[in-house]
């Protein structure tokens, strides 16, 4: 019934993806990372779902990790941006949320608090990303504050890589050195592992890692890789064709009648567009999979509908099932077409998308 534009989500494809990045390390713990609504597949439920299996979640902000806990998540979770505002320590600490601390004020505040229970603080060092986190030489005295801080209990040592995806880089061996040499003597556990570097660099495993892309079956690398290679697509973005056209030689197809046919075409009309968050920058030859079929977009994509090449084709009409990106075709793919990246196309699939879970 209705339009059957929608998101399916294959929640063990996550778990099993995160059951991956544990077992590249040898030990490591693993924060399982939910910001941004899961990447656009629901946070509330990957969250229930890994929840027996995971130790801790990692959102960006208190509005995130609330709507998590007062849907049931019970494990602790953990705010990788930290906190803004005072305010929020004292529902950090009723609620068990973990926060990163990176800057000094954050210090100031938390030994101002009066809490009901210490909390848990990731104490984040700008290694060489410059985003967040405090400068090298800052980092050993906010440790030492913290550590006499009766608001604090576990200290986790922490740091971002900018270039972990980007294997021959000098960045992350720069990085690694300057945070081994900042930390050196305090005993207390690292994470610096996002998903590139759980993938491919074993040496930073440390901990924690703290994994988010990679559980969805995305690689954040441009290139083939190893372990990449092996994760599981999570979503698999549906729709189906709901016209189909006859064109000739010279007719266009779409706004700014910018697709001319070169020959006779049939054309497809996809119940998809960028108001769902399938990019607008899916050019002409961005594929997709009609009935087992790979074929492209032609023309411009619309807010609501896109058009594809169905020439050629075997028994497609409308009512055929097209697959975006998912089981079939890799969102790498695609979001190479688009000059973007599996993050952006994941964390743009609309409201409008209902996400079904098998
Ligand atoms: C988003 C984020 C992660 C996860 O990054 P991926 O590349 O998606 O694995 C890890 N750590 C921090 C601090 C983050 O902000």
Known sequence: MGRATRAIIDLSAICQNYRLAKSLTAGADAVAVIKADAYGHGAVRVALSMEPEVPAFGVACIEEAIEIRDAGVQKPILLLEGFFTADELATIAEKNFWTAIHRVEQIAMLEEAQLVTPVNVWLKLDS??????LDAPDYRQA??????????????????????????KPHTVQQAALFDQTVEGISAPHSIANSPATLAWPDLHRDWIRPGLMLYGASPFEEPQLNADKLLAAMTLESEVIAVHDLKAGEAVGYAASYVCEEN?????????YGDGYSRHAGTGTPVIVNGQRTKIIGRVSMDMCAIDLTGLENVDVGSKVE?????????????????IPYTLFTGITRRVPRHYI
């Open 143 to 168: 440790y030492e504050r913290l550590q006499a801080c009766k608001n604090v209990s576990d200290i986790v040592l922490m740091s971002h890589l900018a270039c972990a995806d980007e294997l021959d």
């Open 128 to 133: 060489g990303m410059h985003r967040l986190g």
């Open 324 to 340: 975006l990106w998912g089981a079939q075709l890799s969102v790498n793919e695609v979001a190479r077409h688009c000059g973007t």
């Open 265 to 273: 075409t049939r054309v497809g009309t996809v119940a998809i567009g």
